[in-house]
């Protein structure tokens, strides 16, 4: 077994680039599904939680999500769950969180894919990242197609001494909502043009 999946750790991690892979430390497991919620980006959405999750930040929001074999396993089933789900009119889009979305890229590839063959550029699609942007753009190539098909990207660690609880949709004054379509166009960091802090 992956010694991410046994070892506790207090501080928090730095991966080389390509050191981490979703091939290698993913369970295909999710540690929640939530249905039409308001707090995780713009607008209604569904949020799927990721199991797995190795930066090891202090003071993350959701430690349980950190261990590869919590939760339950993503399934066909779930998948057209949440399809059937983003189909309501009110419903803006997908989040994907955890967990770490770029180290359960198998899961999450295959429900952004579904969405973008059912529903087109009508549903958008934000994901959370313990990885910078800079830190993705030098990793594996899994990484960069999950990157490609999303709309809005939330990077990097949890820093709990940059800790603000008065920004949008972040945890940390580091952390960045970053417009990813302009960005790859513009091959630089753009940041989403509703941010307002
Ligand atoms: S990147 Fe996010 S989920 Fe991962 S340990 Fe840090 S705060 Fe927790």
Not at 54 to 61: D, L, V
Not at 62 to 72: C, D, T
Not at 123 to 152: A, F, N, P, R, V
Request: charge should be negative.
């Amino acid at each position: 077994m992956h010694p991410f999946l046994l070892e506790k750790r207090d501080e928090v991690r730095n991966p080389k680039p390509k050191e981490w892979t979703s091939k290698e430390l993913s369970q295909q497991k999710i540690a929640s599904y939530k249905p039409y919620n308001f707090v995780d980006g713009e607008g209604v959405r569904c949020s799927l939680y990721v199991s797995g999750c190795p930066f090891a930040c202090e003071g993350c929001y959701n430690v349980i999500a950190q261990n590869f074999n919590y939760g339950i396993p993503y399934t066909h089933e779930l998948e057209e769950q949440i399809l059937a789900d983003l189909s309501a009119s009110y419903c803006q889009g997908l989040t994907l969180l955890g967990g770490e979305p770029f180290l359960n890229t198998e899961v999450c590839l295959s429900l952004v894919n579904a969405i973008r063959q059912r529903f087109g550029a009508t549903k958008d699609i934000w994901s959370w990242s313990g990885y910078t942007w800079e830190e993705l753009m030098l990793d594996t190539q899994d990484k960069l197609e999950l990157l490609s098909k999303i709309d809005i990207l939330v990077d990097g660690r949890f820093d709990i001494k940059k800790k603000d609880l008065t920004l949008q949709f972040r945890g940390s004054s580091n952390q960045r909502i970053i417009d990813v379509q302009k960005s790859l166009k513009q091959g630089e960091v753009i940041l989403w043009d509703k941010l307002k802090k």
